[in-house]
């Protein structure tokens, strides 16, 4: 009896332990907002969030006084910023969690399959060539050339995986291929633009936050909200995949059916934050790695984990590239990749010495 007594008491400290790293994530990413929103007009971290409460119950200000400019400030220049890079952060860090499960590969993310490399083309197609493919998005044509550029290689993966089979290494090495496929395009074109453009096309491929307005919120908070709590739902299925594929098909699960939809799942998500921020790298790799390290490997707490340290990773990169930029910000992909090389290169040394499980 007391053997099982002591077993319980374990686990609750465990998960004791796991609750709480979600929590302490939460409370980080309150603070990091807090300490952003006071950058550029010398607003105090208690006032930031004052004058957010205050704007939301509809308090006014004097025209041009200096609390209407500090309003205005914060509202329409910092927060549009801060509310993508939550929920970008958090859409790329569960998807990469997911793609990392589903293909039991540690180097998986949410770009595996070469999701990146067509919203790249489509990109770059409407900045350089000018060229648009929908005219549904209206004035965003980037935006809608992006998003059914980074469907196309998930369809072609899709199709091409349904005739050779869903294993994570046909579906890993297809990706690959379409990759270097679209990339070989976007060279091409970028080959030949002019500077302005060139520029352009660029500062979207490393990925930035700069320039976000209200606008572009809705559509990627729909999309990011309702696939976390799909992949969520999913989580238990996907314990089943660390399994092993012969005992998850043991157990009642459609393997090949099941990655198809979390493919088709992933796909959109992705397409929904980077068709807005560009390709922000590092999000969806190392994110699930520090919430494996220090939680364990149980999808129905790595996923919201991931999301809570995803979103935290961005806002914080964020916020170093408007603190160390003078003049104009540097783009938060750099920051990302400046950061996050470092990370998944130590947690690959500290797995490589068996000190701790990474994945």
């Known amino acids: 009896m007391s053997d099982s007594s002591e077993l319980i008491r374990t686990y609750r400290h465990g998960r004791t332990i796991k609750i709480s790293f979600i929590i302490a994530c939460l409370i980080l990413l309150f603070a990091v907002i807090g300490i952003s ?102 004035s965003y044509g980037i935006v809608g050339n992006a998003f059914l550029g980074a469907l196309v290689p998930a369809l072609i993966v899709i199709l091409v995986s349904r005739r050779l089979g869903s294993s994570p290494a046909a579906l890993i090495l297809v990706g690959t291929a379409i990759a270097y496929f679209f990339n070989s395009f976007v060279t091409l074109m970028m080959i030949t633009a002019e500077a302005d453009d060139l520029q352009a096309a660029f500062l979207w491929q490393v990925g930035t936050l700069t320039g976000m307005t209200w606008s572009d919120i809705p559509l990627m908070l729909v999309i990011t909200c309702a696939g976390s709590l799909v992949i969520m739902l999913l989580s238990k299925q996907l314990n089943l995949l660390t399994l092993g594929e012969t005992s998850a098909k043991s157990l009642g699960l459609n393997v090949g059916q099941f990655r198809m939809i979390c493919l088709v799942l992933l796909s959109v998500m992705t397409a929904a934050v980077i068709s807005y921020t560009g390709v922000l790298g590092f999000i969806g790799l190392v994110s699930p790695h520090v919430v494996r390290l220090v939680i364990g490997s149980d999808n129905r707490l790595v996923m919201p984990a991931s999301i809570a340290a995803g979103a935290l990773f961005l806002v914080s990169c964020d916020l170093v590239s408007r603190v160390i930029s003078n003049i104009s910000d540097i783009p938060v992909g750099v920051v990302l990749s400046f950061i996050g090389s470092p990370i998944f290169l130590y947690l690959i040394i500290r797995k490589k010495n068996g000190s701790a499980e990474v994945y």
């Not at 004058?51 to 006084?65: A, C, E, K």
């Not at 200096?66 to 958090?90: L, S, T």
């Not at 793609?99 to 490399?117: H, K, R």
């Open 37 to 138: 929103l006071t950058i550029g007009q010398g607003i105090s971290f208690t006032e930031s969030y004052e004058l957010i409460f205050n704007h939301i119950t509809g308090v006014t200000y004097p025209d041009r006084s200096e609390m209407w400019w500090k309003d205005y400030f914060i509202w329409n220049n910092v927060m549009p910023r801060v509310i993508i890079g939550i929920f970008a952060g958090a859409g790329l860090a569960i998807g990469g969690a997911m793609m990392q499960s589903l293909m039991s590969n540690p180097l998986a993310d949410p770009y595996t399959t070469g999701i990146s490399s067509g919203a790249c083309f489509g990109a770059v197609a409407a900045i350089v060539a000018g060229v648009s493919f929908t005219s549904i998005f209206g």
